[in-house]
């Protein structure tokens, strides 16, 4: 099944497209939902930014961070937006067991690497290292924290994208649908990368 919708063959061209109309609403909708999370993140990052240095005499930057499984994780991650961008050329393509395909993958890594990220924050908790002991701890777990569950949130969604498009196909609907998350998707891999840059590896400089 195609995902387009076909017009007659003799259309009205006055009449709007109802699936474009919607189509249009929904993803300039999500973009409005983007923005308003955009926010939310500067914010957050600004907060670390001015507390970072506020350590009370507890651990700074330096004795907490550990680049090789923040690398691993940024791996995971970027190979889960890898996936799921292969996975809506699929579905364009209305490739069903393709789409599925590549999505399971991305869920795989997206998986992965909230695993990863739940052990780097257990390690740092056991090390006595949890939010309550300074400012710049606090917003760390904040920052981070604050991604992290946009990510397991996410993976929840995708389970049911990937279950929408096994059992329901290719349809309009179910590709506005993917569409929707793949922007969620790869905003989350775009602030990561800040999260990475401006958090781990300055940190660590």
Not at 49 to 62: E, I, Q, R
Not at 95 to 107: E, Q, R
Not at 108 to 116: D, R
Request: charged share 10%; hydrophobic share 55%; aromatic share 18%.
């Amino acid at each position: 099944m195609t995902i387009y919708h076909r017009r007659e063959a003799h259309p009205d061209l006055s009449v709007p497209d109802p699936h474009q109309d919607v189509f249009s609403r929904v993803t300039l909708g999500f973009w409005c939902y983007l923005m308003t999370d955009c926010l939310i993140f500067c914010t957050l990052f600004a907060t670390y930014a001015v507390l970072h240095n506020n350590t009370y005499g507890g651990p700074s930057t330096n004795d907490i961070y550990h680049l090789p499984l923040v690398f691993a994780e940024t791996m995971a991650l970027l190979f889960s937006s890898i996936s799921n961008g292969l996975g809506l050329l699929a579905a364009l393509k209305s490739d069903k067991k393709k789409a599925v395909f590549w999505l399971i993958f991305a869920f795989i890594f997206g998986a992965s690497f909230v695993a990863m990220e739940l052990h780097e924050f257990n390690g740092l908790a056991l090390e006595g290292h949890d939010w309550t002991k300074s400012a710049f701890l606090s917003s760390f777990f904040t920052l981070v924290g604050t991604h992290g569950l946009h990510v397991s949130i996410g993976l929840f969604w995708m389970a049911n994208m990937i279950a929408q498009i096994h059992f329901m196909g290719i349809t309009i609907d179910t590709f506005r649908r993917l569409v929707a998350f793949s922007l969620f998707w790869h905003f989350l891999d775009l602030v990561w990368i800040f999260i990475f840059t401006f958090v781990y590896l300055m940190g660590v400089i």
